[in-house]
T-cell receptor, first 113, second 115 residues
Framework: EAQVTQNPRYLITVTGKKLTVTCSQN?????MSWYRQDPGLGLRQIYY???????DKGDVPEGYKVSRKEKRNFPLILESPSPNQTSLYFC????????????FGNGTRLTVT | KQEVTQIPAALSVPEGENLVLNCSFT??????LQWFRQDPGKGLTSLLL?????REQTSGRLNASLDKSSGRSTLYIAASQPGDSATYLC??????????????FGIGTKLQVIP
């Protein structure tokens, strides 16, 4: 089954404790992206990747890191999480071409205390 | 900068009613527009994708239209059911000369269908 898989689904952590949220897709998509969703603000892009070893900042990259060492994986790293990073996070992927649809993971609910 | 607006922010209708959700965007240079459904605390499920060259797409009780020149799209839901209750988001993928296409999302319309 074609899908985007995020783990974990729920995560509670404390300020400053490094964490990684994983994202994997099995559709051979070149494009992958991370979003955060907050009430009243909608979906905002954190980082995106056009292909292996090609990543760039989105609208709200501060406090986040990403890597794209393999085509299928695009982990999101929070080196020193803070309470303002409490949010619902989504990973998405698509083919490179502009005509293709976005496919989303099921989301990761992160709480930083 | 592309801006996407969805009106209304919330909508409550009785079961069986036909309804229309609206999405407007400011820059008509787009590859496509995609409608999603999101249940509370869940991921986004793709409903319909309309390419810029198309006027509409249909899937079951759903019909999405696109008027690129006026920067508008509508999602029509026929014979609404309580199971249609969710937040509906539209997303626009811009057409530009660079390799990167930043998808812009609306904030969504929260739909409640009352039995």
């Amino acid at each position: 089954e074609a899908q985007v898989t995020q783990n974990p689904r729920y995560l509670i952590t404390v300020t400053g404790k490094k964490l990684t949220v994983t994202c994997s897709q099995n559709m051979n998509h070149e494009y992958m992206s991370w979003y955060r969703q907050d009430p009243g603000l909608g979906l905002r892009q954190i980082y995106y990747s056009m292909n292996v070893e090609v990543t760039d900042k989105g609208d709200v990259p501060e406090g986040y890191k990403v890597s794209r060492k393999e085509k299928r994986n695009f982990p999101l790293i929070l080196e020193s999480p803070s309470p303002n990073q409490t949010s619902l996070y989504f990973c998405a992927s698509s083919l490179q071409q502009g005509l293709s649809p976005l496919h989303f993971g099921n989301g990761t609910r992160l709480t930083v205390t | 900068k592309q801006e996407v607006t969805q009106i209304p922010a919330a909508l409550s209708v009785p079961e069986g009613e036909n309804l229309v959700l609206n999405c407007s965007f400011t820059d008509s240079a787009i590859y496509n527009l995609q409608w999603f459904r999101q249940d509370p605390g869940k991921g986004l499920t793709s409903l319909l994708l309309i390419q810029s060259s198309q006027r509409e797409q249909t899937s079951g009780r759903l019909n999405a239209s696109l008027d690129k020149s006026s920067g508008r799209s509508t999602l029509y839901i026929a014979a609404s059911q309580p199971g249609d209750s969710a937040t509906y988001l539209c997303a626009v993928r811009p057409r530009n000369s660079g390799g990167y296409q930043k998808v812009t999302f609306g904030i969504g319309t929260k739909l409640q269908v009352i039995p």
